[in-house]
DNA sequence: CACGAACCGTACCGTACGGTACGTATATGG
DNA sequence: CCATATACGTACCGTACGGTACGGTTCGTG
């Protein structure tokens, strides 16, 4: 059985519109090309809709994080049967996911946005990003590893940490350096495959370490 | 042997000063308060002055970022015989550094300057920021674990693959979340211990599995 | 049809920034 | 003592942005 997780959406089509053109604007130009004015050209609509409907610019940042969080689902597997093997390929999937989203344009110029308002007092914008973008993927892996561990194939006492370590190994420095411009991995596959094999090796149960080649 | 590696410095001690006065502007007030007139005015210089020097505005910013990377002194440690001890002491005191380096203010505060300006066509301040601000570190932990695997410590194909793993399993998507402008970690020392204890276990010989503790 | 609400397009306002120009002071060198 | 270079402080300019106001248009509803 599959659960589909989503938010329900805030927004009126119209303004779903205008935010998504407002993502566009933003992949495309950046911060700076995210003026109030461009926004009200690109969607077609006047800037007093723009205030009427978000309050200000900020008010804007953040409609804009909320709706292309609530455009991404999950789907958690329960109830299935684990092996090691399906156990390896979930999280495998699970890791190019994780590449895949953090590599793509929306995410990055999203990030990047709320990392260059971040400094500012109270911005909130990174909270949001937090809580809104990485609940889902969040939740998806805790799930996957908490199945993990009941079906015997993994041994922790801390679930977020055993979470956290997955994340590092299968992220390292990658998306710092591409928030800094830096072009992405060309094969995440295997990123995503050596991350998985060392995870299970740190983590696994020797149900999974017997299937595992003896050598990194 | 201890070798100091350093860059000499580019520029004139009197610019050196203003340099300086802008890091603290822009760590007290983020980007937007990194004005020209801003920094004339801390510096106690002119405007005319600052376009003289630095050209523009976005030399001014690469300026700063090389004027802080000048600052970072690392010393590599080497022909000193490593143990499994000493190894593990050396590990975690690196990888305390580089947590202590990416909280500190200066750090984060040109990284979110770099990763806003990144979205602009050719920035090139990330790029400036990955080479002058990592060189340095990346280097004192190649040397490392470099002479971890020669002393039969450790064992690895890819030198770069494995400082990866270990830069990940320290960092994980900490360095983000205060980017995102999330407080640190309460406890660095255990973070570190963490990662340190996994790397280990991934990439150490027996001589090093030996003398660890058989569980997580 | 008539009325009102929502909305578009445009024009407008105040402000603040990047960058330039100018007059003055300080120091260095002959 | 003068000449030259360097730099300070201020004033200035053009531009562009966030936010507001207003007339005209569409559209749903009684």
């Keep these: 059985m599959s659960v589909d997780t989503a938010e329900p959406s805030e927004f009126s089509p119209r303004q779903n519109a205008v935010l998504e053109q407002a993502l566009q604007l933003l992949v495309d130009g950046g911060e700076k090309a995210l003026t109030t004015s461009g926004v009200a050209r690109a969607a077609n609509c006047s800037k007093e809709s723009l205030y009427k409907w978000f309050g200000d610019r900020d008010g804007l940042l953040s409609a804009m994080i909320a709706y292309q969080a609530s455009k991404v689902r999950t789907f958690e597997r329960n109830g299935e049967r684990l092996t090691a093997a399906s156990l390896h390929d979930h999280v495998v999937i699970?890791?190019?996911?994780?590449?895949?989203?953090?590599?793509?344009?929306?995410?990055?110029?999203?990030?990047?946005?709320?990392?260059?308002?971040?400094?500012?007092?109270?911005?909130?914008?990174?909270?949001?990003?937090?809580?809104?973008?990485?609940?889902?993927?969040?939740?998806?892996?805790?799930?996957?590893?908490?199945?993990?561990?009941?079906?015997?194939?993994?041994?922790?006492?801390?679930?977020?940490?055993?979470?956290?370590?997955?994340?590092?190994?299968?992220?390292?420095?990658?998306?710092?350096?591409?928030?800094?411009?830096?072009?992405?991995?060309?094969?995440?596959?295997?990123?995503?495959?050596?991350?998985?094999?060392?995870?299970?090796?740190?983590?696994?149960?020797?149900?999974?370490?017997?299937?595992?080649?003896?050598?990194?």
């Design 94 to 216: 699970f890791a190019r996911d994780l590449l895949e989203v953090l590599a793509g344009d929306v995410s990055l110029a999203l990030n990047r946005l709320a990392i260059g308002q971040s400094n500012r007092d109270g911005s909130k914008l990174g909270k949001l990003l937090l809580e809104r973008g990485r609940r889902q993927i969040d939740r998806r892996a805790m799930a996957l590893i908490d199945a993990g561990k009941r079906a015997g194939l993994l041994r922790f006492s801390d679930a977020d940490e055993a979470y956290h370590t997955l994340y590092g190994l299968v992220v390292s420095d990658l998306h710092v350096r591409m928030l800094l411009g830096e072009p992405g991995l060309k094969d995440t596959a295997r990123q995503a495959e050596r991350a998985v094999t060392a995870f299970l090796r740190l983590y696994g149960t020797d149900k999974v370490l017997a299937e595992m080649p003896v050598l990194g």
